[in-house]
């Protein structure tokens, strides 16, 4: 069972929202923060009968934004516990068509928006005996790939991160892992086939059917499987153990 108020970034859609409900069937308070607020309200309303929950709008690479949030669900919530930063945004496409602006904002959003997320709510994570980060990356932060390059060099930093705070909030009863999806069908994933195949000159049937014939286990992972790992990790009882790691949820992709 997943233990206190968890925090989940990104929360309106996709992923993350397929995340919040499989917190929620734990029964425990969620604040959902995300940039969508009718997105936000609308799964809140649907968990009203298994949960307490607090919406928060709000943009995770601002600072000021991003600590009023902690303040606001700490205060709404009773406190947090877990912290889920599954915000993201991706760019795929050519390295020359790649802006300085479309970087920094990668950047700003995937890899400090966690810094400050974390940044904001360890205060109130510390204040519990013990506390759980799960940090949503990429397989392409292992591996990185054409046509994703700074979307995977912006999860690869968020592995790097992972690894060096893991270590160093151990000893005080924090846990901070990472959960690595490979191509999940979400929206983001649709407009990176949209882009990636246009660049590559052919149909988007084509792009994923080649994508898929790289994937041992015959089918793409879904949200629910990626919420299920971070569950895991989330949980004392099965994650406990695990520390400043990174958990693949890829059917095999990569160690094709």
Known sequence: MIAGPTVITGAGRGIGRSIALRVA???GPIGLWGRDRERLESLAAGLVSTTTTHVQVV???????????????????????????NAG???????DELSVADWDRLFAVNTRGVMLVTKATLPYVRQHSSGVYVNLVSEVG??????NVAYGASKAAVVSFTQGLGLELAPEGVRVNAV??????????DNAVRSRSAAEGISAEEFRRRVLAKIPGGRFPSVDDVAEAVAFLL??????????????????????
């Open 25 to 27: 069937a734990d029964g």
């Open 59 to 85: 943009d995770v690479s601002v600072e000021e934004e991003v600590m009023e949030a902690a303040r606001a669900t700490a205060e709404a919530l009773g406190g947090i516990r877990c912290v889920v930063n």
């Open 89 to 95: 945004i991706a760019h795929p496409g050519p390295f």
């Open 142 to 147: 292992r591996l990185n790939q054409a046509g």
């Open 180 to 189: 690595a999806p490979g191509p999940v069908e979400t929206d983001m994933w």
């Open 235 to 256: 949980d004392d009882r099965t994650g406990g153990s695990i520390v400043a790691d990174c958990l693949f949820v890829t059917n095999g992709s990569t160690v094709y």
